[in-house]
């Protein structure tokens, strides 16, 4: 089945501003928040088709940790902004490093909010 993406767009579009002009606001930041849920869906199907999404986690896991050790040399410890960066690629990658205490319980955060985010995310692992 091809797709007329063009199309699809064009007349969702329409369909769409027609629609808003007679909404309250309160309708429109629904529509709002649901179209950017939407974006998320869509960009989370587009990530899906590349090829780094075939890795099996437990591949991920171990560049993550590969990745952790070549920091662990530096003086400033591990480098924050990378984890935090690897966390908003995808939702998957998300939850993967969410879900792995030890890639948090090393932190190189210098402000106290980034350091009591990394020891809730550490869990139990040693520091």
């Known amino acids: ?6 199309t699809i767009l064009s007349t969702l579009r329409s369909e769409l501003f027609t629609a808003c002009r007679s909404m309250s ?4 930041n629904l529509t709002v928040s649901g179209l950017y849920e939407l974006l998320s869906e869509v960009k989370s199907l587009k990530n899906q088709g590349t090829l780094v999404h075939r890795l099996p986690n437990e591949i991920l896991r171990l560049i993550f940790k590969h990745l952790l050790h070549a920091y662990r040399g530096r003086k400033t410890g591990v480098d924050t902004g990378t984890i935090l960066r690897l966390t908003h690629v995808c939702r998957r990658w998300r ?3 969410l879900g792995c205490p030890s890639f948090w319980a ?3 955060c ?3 909010e980034g350091t009591r985010t990394f020891l809730e995310r550490s869990g139990s692992a040693p520091l």
């Open 25 to 28: 606001v309160q309708d429109l």
């Open 110 to 112: 210098f402000f106290a």
């Open 106 to 108: 090393r932190t190189g």
């Open 95 to 97: 939850d993967l490093l």
């Open 1 to 6: 089945m091809t797709t007329d993406v063009p």
